[in-house]
Structure formats: structure tokens, C-alpha cells
């Protein structure tokens, strides 16, 4: 039975809250008591149970971000009682991404023009944009001396054995700091759509949207109308894949545990927990002050970020989080030309939490091969990569390339990388789920400091009207 709204009424999800807690509790105790007496058998039975518990509490919510939790369980436990599906399952999770991946050169176009060439002030996106720049720059240098700090401190790199390789290895040339800045812009904006070069289509986007704005009303409007009516359809493209979210999430992490098994935590335990405590960290020590400074409403900015950061821990994929996090950051209460400009912006320059890995990498590396770095010679490095780093795409082991590129430039050995090669998708998780929410807090702050974030209240009252 459900009420007029479409959700479980408060009869059905009692009932269903019962079956659910006896089904996790019984089937923790039953794996639980597997593993005691070494009964697999058992164990398989005792988890199977418990996750029948966690699909009745997703059924019972109904909530796109708890289907995508209990598909993520779903999906390890595929993967781990049966390797060879969850890696046949790579196919659902690419079909997933390739969606996804379709929808980021329209929406940012279409959202970038509108939020530029239709804003009445364009002073106000040049103070907009140096204000973003600003804060991305501190943001990001925070995070690239919180990793130093963290690698140094674990020192995971001493003494580790690399595993072998399983891959084939990543390739890289050297990049020069005229290279980077050089292929931020674009030769061809249909390749750079077609190649996935973040930074470039947001460039030229800006350059077309400032053109679009000097031209006469008549001939801008049109331009403008289509644009508006292109972010729509993008933004409803976006609610319609979503729908198969769960599916590719799941089917993502069961070819994770299916391709690397549940022991891969075993080898360079000590590098990957640095990482997430440095990761951990950041957020503790930077994301949050930042968002207690900006007066950031925390719950209701939890709630909205819960499903893109969902969806980028299980794929690996800023990218594949961006649509649904503009579009959750405009109900949270920011206006659409601040997330069209902000939020892209941030994807090329503030992915906080591989610039932050970047960092820890480079020096587990040199660490790993015995070479010993001054800490000088440390700082040179980092602020390197805050170049080299910029115009990342938010995609999976694209921060390896730049990696390699870096080892290449000042003479370290790319044994470590190929080890580090074994765990990175454990490692691009959390990163990339601090990319999301570092971006998305940004977008607020922004917004906050332009005063255009509206209070509590106001946002009350601006959705009892919709």
C-alpha cells in the first residue's frame, strides 16, 4: 500500500522494518560464526541473508542513493563468490560510464553559455571566476602539503615489494610546463569533445559565451534560448540514466573485487591507508572549517551530495558524478550561473583529492625505489604537479599518466608506479569522492561569498513554491 505520493505507507514500511533487521542481524551472526569455525560453506549462506536484508531496507526507501549502496554490497559479494561474472559484468558499468560520458560536452556548453553570456553582469563572472581561481589554488596547495605530510610521516614507501605486474603498463612522456599550458586549449573543439579534454571544452565555451555576449540582443537571444533548452534536456537526459545507476555501480565493483580480490588489501596496506587517513584529514581539517567559515547548511549539503558521491566512489569517475551534482547543487539552493561556472571550472582545477594523491604517489615512489628527497627537492616536485595536474579529466587512472609523466620528468624508476598499479582503484575511490565533494562545496562557498546563497528559510520557502 502506498499513499498519493507514491511512497510506502507507514503500515508497509513497519512491516518491512522487521524482516529487514532479523534478516541482517541473522545473517551477521550466521557469518560470523562461519568464520569462527572455518565453515565457507556457511559464511556464503550467513552474507547472501544479510544482503537479502539490505535490498528489502533499499525496497523499503525507496531512495535512488540506497539502491546505489546496496548495489555496491550486491556487487563485492558478486564479485568475490564469483570472480568471473563480476569481471563479465565490466560491461554493464561501461555501458553506465559511456551514458554518463555523453551527457558532460553538451551540459557544460549549454550551462557555461547560459551562465556567462545570459548573466546581466559580466564583471560579476570575471570577480566570480578570480574568486573561484583563488580558492581553488588554496584548496589544492593545502591538499598537496597534507599528502607530503602523510607519506612522510607513514613513510609506506620504505621496504615495499611491488606485486606483479597483471596489466598492461601505463605509457607517458614526459610533460613540460609549456605542454601542459599549451593542450589546455583547444585546436579543434570537435576533438576535444570526442577525446574527453575537460579543460578544453570548458575554455572554449567561455571564449564562445564572452563572444555571445558582445553581439546584438537579436542575434544573441536565439543562441541563448537554444542553450537553455539544451541544459534542460541534458539535465532530464541525466534523471533518465540515472535510473540505471544501481545496475552499473554494482556491476562496477563486482569487476573490481572479481579483477583484484578482496586480499588485494594485504599488498601496500600501509600506502593505501595513508592515503584514506590523509583523505580523512583533508576533509576533517580543510572541507569542513571551509564549510562551517561559508555557513554551509551540513545536513541538508550531506544529503545532496550523498548520491553523486556515491556514484563517483563506485566508478571511479568524477565525471560520472558531474551531472547529478550540478543538478543537486541547484536544489540545494545555488543559482544555475554559479554551478555553470563553478562546477566545471573545478573539475580541471580543483580536484582536491588526486591532486592530494599526486603528491603522496610521487614521494611512495622515489621512497620505494631507495632515493632519497630533500625536502626542497619534495616541495619542487608538488608544485610541479599543481601545473601538471590541471586539465585532469575526471576519469579512471588518469592521475597513473600524470604520475608517470612526473617519475619521467625528475628520474624515478616506474617499478613503484606498476605496484601502486595493483591497489589504484581502491585508491581512486576515495579520491575521487573527495573531487565530488570538494567541488560541490566549492559551488557553495562561491556562492556564499557572491551573496547569492539563500538562507534556510529562503530555500524553505523557495521550495513550498515550486
Same mark, same amino acid.
Given at each position: 500500500?502506498?499513499?498519493?505520493?507514491?511512497?510506502?505507507?507507514?503500515?508497509?514500511?513497519?512491516?518491512?522494518?522487521?524482516?529487514?533487521?532479523?534478516? @541482517?542481524?541473522?545473517?551477521?551472526?550466521?557469518?560470523?560464526?562461519?568464520?569462527?569455525?572455518?565453515?565457507?560453506?556457511?559464511?556464503?549462506?550467513?552474507?547472501?541473508?544479510?544482503?537479502?536484508?539490505?535490498?528489502?531496507?533499499?525496497?523499503?526507501?525507496?531512495?535512488?542513493?540506497?539502491?546505489?549502496?546496496?548495489?555496491?554490497?550486491?556487487?563485492?559479494?558478486?564479485?568475490?563468490?564469483?570472480?568471473?561474472?563480476?569481471?563479465?559484468?565490466?560491461?554493464?558499468?561501461?555501458?553506465?560510464?559511456?551514458?554518463?560520458?555523453?551527457?558532460?560536452?553538451?551540459?557544460?556548453?549549454?550551462? @557555461?553559455?547560459?551562465?556567462?553570456?545570459?548573466?546581466?553582469?559580466?564583471?560579476?563572472?570575471?570577480?566570480?571566476?578570480?574568486?573561484?581561481?583563488?580558492?581553488?589554488?588554496?584548496? #589544492?596547495?593545502?591538499?598537496?602539503?597534507?599528502?607530503?605530510?602523510?607519506?612522510?610521516?607513514?613513510?609506506?614507501?620504505?621496504?615495499?615489494?611491488?606485486?606483479?605486474?597483471?596489466?598492461?603498463?601505463?605509457?607517458?612522456?614526459?610533460?613540460?610546463?609549456?605542454?601542459?599550458?599549451?593542450?589546455?586549449?583547444?585546436?579543434?573543439?570537435?576533438?576535444?569533445?570526442?577525446?574527453?579534454?575537460?579543460?578544453?571544452?570548458?575554455?572554449?565555451?567561455?571564449? !564562445?559565451?564572452?563572444?555571445?555576449?558582445?553581439?546584438?540582443?537579436?542575434?544573441?537571444?536565439?543562441?541563448?534560448?537554444?542553450?537553455?533548452? @539544451?541544459?534542460?534536456?541534458?539535465?532530464? !537526459?541525466?534523471?533518465?540514466?540515472?535510473?540505471?545507476?544501481?545496475?552499473?555501480?554494482?556491476?562496477?565493483?563486482?569487476?573490481?573485487?572479481?579483477?583484484?580480490?578482496?586480499?588485494?588489501?594485504?599488498?601496500?596496506?600501509?600506502?593505501?591507508?595513508?592515503?584514506?587517513?590523509?583523505?580523512?584529514?583533508?576533509?576533517?581539517?580543510?572541507?569542513?572549517?571551509?564549510?562551517?567559515?561559508?555557513?554551509?547548511?551540513?545536513?541538508?549539503?550531506?544529503?545532496?551530495?550523498?548520491?553523486?558521491?556515491?556514484?563517483? !566512489?563506485?566508478?571511479?569517475?568524477?565525471?560520472?558524478?558531474?551531472?547529478?551534482?550540478?543538478?543537486?547543487?541547484?536544489?540545494?539552493?545555488?543559482?544555475?550561473?554559479?554551478?555553470?561556472?563553478?562546477?566545471? #571550472?573545478?573539475?580541471?582545477?580543483?580536484?582536491?583529492?588526486?591532486?592530494?594523491?599526486?603528491?603522496?604517489?610521487?614521494?611512495?615512489?622515489?621512497?620505494?625505489?631507495?632515493?632519497?628527497?630533500?625536502?626542497?627537492?619534495?616541495?619542487?616536485?608538488? !608544485?610541479?604537479?599543481?601545473?601538471?595536474?590541471?586539465?585532469?579529466?575526471?576519469?579512471?587512472?588518469?592521475?597513473?599518466?600524470?604520475?608517470?609523466?612526473?617519475?619521467?620528468?625528475?628520474?624515478?624508476?616506474?617499478?613503484?608506479?606498476?605496484?601502486?598499479?595493483?591497489?589504484?582503484?581502491?585508491?581512486?575511490?576515495?579520491?575521487?569522492?573527495?573531487?565530488?565533494?570538494?567541488?560541490?562545496?566549492?559551488?557553495?562557498?562561491?556562492?556564499?561569498?557572491?551573496?547569492?546563497?539563500?538562507?534556510?528559510?529562503?530555500?524553505?520557502?523557495?521550495?513550498?513554491?515550486?
Amino acid at each position: 500500500m502506498t499513499n498519493p505520493t507514491g511512497t510506502p505507507s507507514p503500515l508497509r514500511a513497519s512491516r518491512l522494518g522487521v524482516p529487514t533487521v532479523l534478516l @541482517l542481524a541473522i545473517g551477521a551472526l550466521v557469518a560470523a560464526v562461519a568464520w569462527l569455525v572455518h565453515q565457507p560453506t556457511l559464511g556464503f549462506i550467513g552474507r547472501w541473508v544479510g544482503l537479502a536484508g539490505l535490498v528489502l531496507y533499499a525496497w523499503r526507501r525507496r531512495s535512488l542513493t540506497a539502491w546505489i549502496l546496496v548495489s555496491m554490497a550486491l556487487g563485492a559479494e558478486i564479485g568475490h563468490d564469483w570472480p568471473a561474472i563480476g569481471r563479465s559484468a565490466r560491461l554493464l558499468s561501461q555501458i553506465f560510464l559511456r551514458l554518463i560520458k555523453t551527457i558532460i560536452a553538451p551540459l557544460l556548453f549549454a550551462t @557555461l553559455v547560459v551562465g556567462i553570456a545570459g548573466h546581466s553582469n559580466l564583471r560579476q563572472v570575471g570577480r566570480m571566476g578570480l574568486k573561484a581561481i583563488l580558492y581553488f589554488e588554496a584548496v #589544492t596547495t593545502v591538499a598537496l602539503l597534507i599528502g607530503l605530510a602523510a607519506i612522510n610521516l607513514s613513510r609506506a614507501g620504505v621496504g615495499v615489494t611491488p606485486p606483479v605486474a597483471t596489466e598492461t603498463p601505463v605509457t607517458a612522456k614526459p610533460q613540460t610546463a609549456t605542454e601542459a599550458i599549451l593542450n589546455a586549449f583547444p585546436e579543434n573543439v570537435a576533438k576535444a569533445v570526442a577525446e574527453g579534454h575537460v579543460l578544453q571544452i570548458v575554455i572554449f565555451s567561455i571564449v !564562445f559565451a564572452i563572444a555571445l555576449a558582445l553581439v546584438t540582443e537579436s542575434k544573441r537571444q536565439p543562441v541563448l534560448v537554444f542553450c537553455e533548452g @539544451l541544459a534542460e534536456v541534458m539535465f532530464k !537526459f541525466t534523471k533518465l540514466v540515472m535510473y540505471v545507476a544501481p545496475v552499473g555501480v554494482g556491476a562496477a565493483i563486482a569487476y573490481t573485487v572479481g579483477h583484484m580480490g578482496l586480499g588485494i588489501l594485504v599488498n601496500l596496506f600501509k600506502l593505501l591507508a595513508t592515503l584514506y587517513v590523509a583523505l580523512v584529514a583533508f576533509l576533517v581539517l580543510v572541507l569542513l572549517p571551509v564549510a562551517l567559515i561559508a555557513r554551509v547548511p551540513l545536513r541538508r549539503f550531506g544529503r545532496a551530495i550523498a548520491e553523486p558521491v556515491s556514484i563517483a !566512489f563506485a566508478t571511479t569517475s568524477s565525471e560520472a558524478a558531474l551531472p547529478l551534482a550540478m543538478q543537486r547543487m541547484e536544489q540545494l539552493g545555488v543559482p544555475r550561473q554559479i554551478v555553470a561556472f563553478v562546477m566545471p #571550472t573545478g573539475y580541471s582545477f580543483n580536484l582536491d583529492g588526486s591532486t592530494l594523491y599526486l603528491s603522496l604517489a610521487t614521494i611512495f615512489v622515489a621512497q620505494a625505489a631507495g632515493i632519497h628527497l630533500s625536502f626542497a627537492q619534495q616541495l619542487g616536485i608538488v !608544485f610541479t604537479l599543481m601545473l601538471t595536474s590541471k586539465g585532469v579529466a575526471g576519469v579512471p587512472r588518469a592521475t597513473l599518466v600524470i604520475l608517470l609523466g612526473t617519475a619521467a620528468s625528475f628520474g624515478l624508476p616506474e617499478w613503484p608506479i606498476l605496484a601502486i598499479l595493483g591497489i589504484d582503484e581502491l585508491m581512486d575511490m576515495a579520491r575521487t569522492s573527495v573531487n565530488v565533494v570538494g567541488n560541490c562545496l566549492a559551488t557553495v562557498v562561491i556562492a556564499r561569498w557572491e551573496g547569492e546563497f539563500p538562507t534556510s528559510a529562503e530555500h524553505a520557502r523557495s521550495a513550498s513554491m515550486r
